[in-house]
């Protein structure tokens, strides 16, 4: 099978989710899914997560599962499952984006939380699209 399938989900973290939390999860998460030959971008901001995973669709499912079932975030809702024609973050096992003490893609940022947090679901049309504009700053997601 030819492409790429991408997962998006937004998710609420735990109330009392640590900056702790944050680079374990992180340093899991590069490292399985390096193994797993899933690459994306996780972003934080102001309690919540969205995440989007790429890879076959097998390992990304499974993946998806042990996120369901992790207490660190909850309320997990998949926005996006699709086929793509390429990889939005190849060279990243997971690239991380701070909204909260990152100023850079800002704008972005906002756009993006209107997008996923729409119920008007012709705003979910515009995710990807927002989400490849972070590929610009993704040297600077650590
Ligand atoms: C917001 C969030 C994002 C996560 N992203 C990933 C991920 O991309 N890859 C991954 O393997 N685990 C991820 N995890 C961690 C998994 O829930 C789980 O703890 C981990 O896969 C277990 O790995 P282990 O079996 O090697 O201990 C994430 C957890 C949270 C809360």
Excluded: C
């Excluded at 996923?116 to 515009?126: E, F, G, H, I, T």
């Amino acid at each position: 099978m030819s492409g790429v399938f991408h997962l998006v989900y937004f998710s609420k973290a735990a109330e009392d989710l640590s900056y702790t939390d944050i680079r374990e999860i992180l340093e899991v998460s590069r490292r399985n899914n390096a193994r797993l030959g899933i690459t994306g971008l996780l972003i934080f901001r102001d309690g919540y997560f969205v995440q989007l995973l790429e890879g076959d669709e097998a390992p990304v499912r499974d993946v998806l599962t042990a996120i369901r079932d992790d207490d660190r975030n909850y309320s997990v809702k998949v926005l996006i499952e699709a086929i793509g024609a390429e990889r939005l973050f190849p060279d990243w096992s997971m690239a991380f984006h701070d909204g909260d003490i990152t100023t850079a893609s800002s704008e972005h940022l906002v756009e993006l939380f209107e997008s996923v947090s729409a119920s008007d679901l012709s705003k979910r049309a515009l995710i990807m699209p927002i989400l490849k504009k972070f590929r610009a700053s993704a040297p600077e997601l650590k």
